[in-house]
């Protein structure tokens, strides 16, 4: 069983900077891409950003390219994503997901995660 636990979310004002973190086994980390999905109430599950399980290649929605980063910390098996120049239209709540390097066909697409976190409240105020 895979365990994502997430933490850094928070209630900031735009302009504002989180750092939201996600912790997991080493060797859930070292077998799975790793990915940041949002949601808000009544929408579906969105695409943020992802990186490789070597950490080579990350992607990022265009909605947070040039604001958001993602990295990772192989000794902590932890998972970051830096939000940087927040908008109200980041509030959310953040998922972090694992999915399996050798059957990831597609990083933008939920459906190749199987295992996902509680999810952490990000709230950005105007």
């Known amino acids: 069983q895979v365990t994502l636990v997430e933490s850094g979310g928070g209630s900031v004002r735009a302009g504002d900077s989180l750092r939201l973190s996600c912790a997991t086994s080493?060797?859930?980390?070292?077998?799975?891409?790793m990915g940041w999905f949002r949601q808000v109430p009544g929408k579906e599950r969105e695409f943020v950003a992802s990186?490789?399980?070597?950490?080579?290649?990350?992607n990022y929605a265009d909605s947070v390219k040039g604001r958001f980063t993602i990295s990772k910390d192989n000794a902590e098996s932890t998972v970051y994503l830096q939000m940087n120049n927040l908008k109200p239209e980041d509030t959310a709540v953040y998922y972090c997901?694992?999915?399996?390097?050798?059957?990831?066909?597609?990083?933008?697409?939920?459906?190749?995660?199987?295992?996902w976190g509680q999810g952490t409240q990000v709230t950005v105020a105007s």
């Open positions: 990186i490789s399980a070597l950490g080579s290649r990350t």
């Open positions: 997901a694992a999915g399996d390097y050798r059957r990831m066909i597609n990083p933008y697409r939920s459906s190749f995660y199987h295992s």
């Open positions: 080493a060797r859930t980390f070292g077998n799975n891409n």
